[in-house]
């Protein structure tokens, strides 16, 4: 990868663009997909951008082909992305499953729209937090963000690409479509872009084990035409590569396969505070609901009430330590988000009674009024 691919200056984009020009900042070359609102700009950008800068672009048949195609590309050697929305979020589970057990560095954009099934096309949601978590059957860890703005998706993408190769599977990009639409000032810096290798082998042929984790239970990456012999099953595998259906087997790859997230997650967890020293209330929330919510902050400002932000940029692993911090020290915490009630289980869960917990839902296809968060936290406070 050369700086000179990077378009660095100051654009004026949108959300979508700017996460494919960040997969491209991050050394993404290979990009496979099919087009779906509201991310097909996100195509469209990376079939323009990739062939020039000797990447590739693949227009696959459906979401299904589209993650097997990016699978198989970072097993032969390239930093992949696919990116989708609702349906074809679905499409994948199967194949994310697959990406988590061989341990596939790559990325999975979901710009969420309005669901179930077909739901509204073309209007925001965020109504899929919790497929996102699990979506794909078994036991598994996940890491993903929730960007809030157009610099956020570009930055959240390079580093999304960085964690993927840092602990080896997929990293997913949780937007939505108001993010992926808006457009605003994105800074572009070559200079602060630090990318993450890729693990290659440290040791001679003979000695290499494909799925023997380091000191982080991470395994070094070995690529189809590096010379080492690999292989890659869905099934459950010793460190060879080699299917390996017993009860031991599965106990020892599972816990190497969780741990390797959970051990780590103080490093992979990023959230932003607001004010939440002192405050009455703090509202946890992430993406454009986030956003939202500061109209709401103002107007409980302006009554007396001191309201803060535990912002959610990483969404899984869940920032369950920063929530239980903030519970004991608050009336209550307000849940604002383009769902039903998904991530505020989430927060009850690491609350754990300390203090009350109210979702402020909306089912999509538009944002909260201000005024209904107010009343929330008026109703806490």
Not at 72 to 90: I, N, Q
Not at 164 to 182: C, K, N, T, W, Y
Not at 320 to 338: M, N, Q, T, Y
Request: proline share 6%; glycine share 10%.
């Amino acid at each position: 990868m050369s700086n000179k691919d990077i378009l660095a200056g100051e654009y004026f984009l949108n959300g979508d663009v700017a996460c494919a020009e960040g997969a491209i900042a991050a050394g993404c070359r290979l990009f496979a997909g099919y087009p779906i609102t509201p991310q097909s700009e996100i195509t469209e950008r990376m079939a323009l951008r990739l062939p020039i800068i000797g990447g590739y672009f693949l227009q696959m048949e459906d979401e299904l082909a589209s993650i097997a195609a990016i699978l198989g590309g970072a097993w032969g050697g390239m930093k992949a992305m696919t990116a989708t929305s609702g349906p074809g979020f679905s499409l994948m589970m199967e194949n994310l499953g697959l990406g988590i057990m061989t341990e596939t560095p790559c990325v999975v954009v979901d710009v969420q729209r309005g669901g179930p099934s077909t739901g509204l096309p073309t209007a925001t949601s965020q109504g899929d937090m919790m497929q996102a978590r699990w979506g794909t059957h078994g036991d598994h860890e996940i890491i993903a963000f929730a960007p809030a703005s157009p610099q956020e998706m570009f930055d959240q993408t390079v580093k999304a690409f960085n964690l993927s190769e840092h602990f080896r599977q997929p990293v997913l990009i949780m937007a939505d479509e108001v993010v992926g639409h808006m457009m605003e000032r994105v800074t572009i810096d070559p200079d602060k872009i630090e990318i993450y290798p890729r693990r290659k082998p440290s040791v001679p042929y003979d000695r290499f084990l494909p799925y023997k984790g380091g000191a982080d239970l991470v395994p070094e990456m070995a690529c189809a035409g590096d010379g080492y012999r690999i292989h890659v099953t869905g099934l459950t595998h010793d460190e060879h590569g080699y299917p390996d259906l017993t009860v031991e087997s599965q106990k020892k790859l599972m816990e190497r396969l969780m741990n390797k997230i959970r051990l780590n997650a103080d490093e992979i967890i990023e959230v932003e505070e607001e004010n939440t020293r002192g405050a009455d209330v703090v509202l946890v929330t992430y993406g454009i609901a986030a956003r939202t919510s500061l109209r709401a902050i103002e107007l409980a400002a302006e009554k007396g009430i001191k309201v803060g932000m535990l912002r959610l940029i990483t969404v899984w692993p869940f920032p369950a330590k920063e929530v239980r911090a903030i519970a004991g020290e608050v009336k209550g915490i307000i849940v604002p988000e383009l769902n039903l009630g998904q991530m505020v289980r989430e927060v009850e869960r690491a609350v754990a009674g300390k203090c009350p917990v109210r979702l402020v839902p909306h089912a999509g296809g538009g944002l909260h009024r201000p005024e209904d968060i107010l009343a929330a936290i008026e109703e806490v406070a």
